[in-house]
Structure formats: structure tokens, C-alpha cells
């Protein structure tokens, strides 16, 4: 079994202001991680995946997240927001299926 | 060129009726998903297949029905609908052997039953 949990699920924050979003798994296999961000009425596109290797994965604009094998954990972040940034951000683990997490909504204000 | 296309984007259609939406992938993958999002963005796995063969099937009401005629098409027939049935849904596509690879999206077909 293997599941997947944001611990926030809106998180408002300042343009240029840092952001972190937050993603714990639990899984009796071995996974493969991932962060998806789904823009406003569009599909889910890939931000970052950790397979192995270096714990800190980056990604497409300007993300990174670090793989936590002890705490189970891969959080998201990213320094200095944009507007463009507003989206909603899934965690998804890969073992025997794809599992995401509940979706953290990210709101970047002016 | 889309790697995963779904049509229609958008679908409104009355309480019992009976609608399909359609997915294709062109990325040469042997997997397909179905999943429903709901008002509160909660992803949730319904079907998937492997090569036309059904893996995967969540507790789903059986008003749904998926059928894969090959493995780069993979259709969702609903009946009966509902008005709880209104959501997004989105097709998916992956290699399954490769768990590593992410998997695809389509841009999701708004259904809404009134």
C-alpha cells in the first residue's frame, strides 16, 4: 500500500517571497517521486522527479525539492515566487500505481 | 504535436444521459489511466489499462465503463449520468515498466450534468 500527504492545502504567499509546500509518503515498496503543477483549467504537467542519487532534484522554473529517505518526506520549493506561479501543486509517488497527494493550492499576490 | 489529447474539453449534458470521451496518446506508451478530479482538486485513480488490458479498476460505479481498442486509445463511456458525476477528467498515459517515467496528461474534459 502506498499513499501520499500535503500537509497544506492552501498556501498564500507575497510575489519574490519564498515558498516551500510540504508532501510525506508512505509506501511498502520502493517509490519513485514526483511534483506536478496544474495551472489554472490545464492538465498536470511534470515540475521535478527524484529517482536516486543527489537528494536535492530541481526542476523546471526555477523549483527544487529534496528527498528525505528518514522523515519520508520530498518537499517542494522554490526562493522567490512569480504571479505566474499561482497553480495547484500535486506530490505523486510511483510504486504500484500512481498516488497523488490532495493538492496544495498556491496563491502568489502582488 | 499533443501526446495526449482527450476530446471533448468540455461536455454539458443532462441527468440520465449518456456520454463518451475520448483519449489518445502518440507517445508509443503500452498504459492508460482515467482519473476523476473533483471540485476540490482531489486526483483520483479509476481505471487503467496495460496493452487493452484492464490493471487497474478503483471503486467505481459500474455506469462507467472504459474500453481500449488499442493501446494508444483509451475511451471512457459513462450512462446514466449523474449529477455527482460532474468533475474534471483527465486521461493519462505511461510506460509501465518504466516507474521511473512520469506519466502524461491530457488538458482534462469538464463534465458537467445538470
Known amino acids: 500500500a502506498q499513499s501520499v500527504t500535503q500537509l497544506d492545502s492552501q498556501v498564500p504567499v507575497f510575489e519574490e517571497a519564498p515558498v516551500e509546500l510540504r508532501c510525506n509518503y508512505s509506501?511498502?515498496?520502493?517509490?519513485?517521486l514526483f511534483w506536478y503543477v496544474q495551472y489554472p483549467n490545464q492538465g498536470l504537467q511534470l515540475l521535478l522527479k527524484?529517482?536516486?542519487?543527489?537528494?536535492l532534484v530541481k526542476g523546471i522554473n526555477g523549483f527544487e525539492a529534496e528527498f528525505n529517505k528518514s522523515q519520508t518526506s520530498f518537499h517542494l520549493r522554490k526562493p522567490s515566487v512569480h504571479i505566474s506561479d499561482t497553480a495547484e501543486y500535486f506530490c505523486?509517488?510511483?510504486?504500484?500505481?500512481?498516488?497523488f497527494g490532495a493538492g496544495t493550492t498556491v496563491t502568489v499576490r502582488a | 504535436d499533443t501526446a495526449v489529447s482527450q476530446t471533448p474539453k468540455y461536455l454539458v449534458t443532462q441527468m440520465g444521459n449518456d456520454k463518451s470521451i475520448k483519449c489518445e496518446q502518440n507517445?508509443?506508451?503500452?498504459?492508460m489511466y482515467w482519473y476523476k478530479q473533483d471540485s476540490k482538486k482531489f486526483l483520483k485513480i479509476m481505471f487503467s489499462?496495460?496493452?487493452?488490458?484492464?490493471?487497474i479498476n478503483e471503486t467505481v460505479p459500474n455506469r462507467f465503463s472504459p474500453k481500449s481498442p488499442d493501446k494508444a486509445h483509451l475511451n471512457l463511456h459513462i450512462n446514466s449520468l449523474e449529477l455527482g458525476d460532474s468533475a474534471v477528467y483527465f486521461c493519462?498515459?505511461?510506460?509501465?515498466?518504466?516507474?521511473?517515467?512520469?506519466?502524461?496528461f491530457g488538458q482534462g474534459t469538464r463534465l458537467t450534468v445538470v
Open positions: 493519462a498515459s505511461s510506460q509501465l515498466d518504466r516507474r521511473d517515467t512520469e506519466a502524461f
Open positions: 509506501s511498502s515498496v520502493s517509490v519513485y
Open positions: 527524484y529517482l536516486s542519487g543527489s537528494t
Open positions: 505523486a509517488v510511483r510504486g504500484n500505481k500512481l498516488s
Open positions: 507517445l508509443g506508451h503500452d498504459t
Open positions: 489499462y496495460n496493452n487493452k488490458e484492464l490493471i
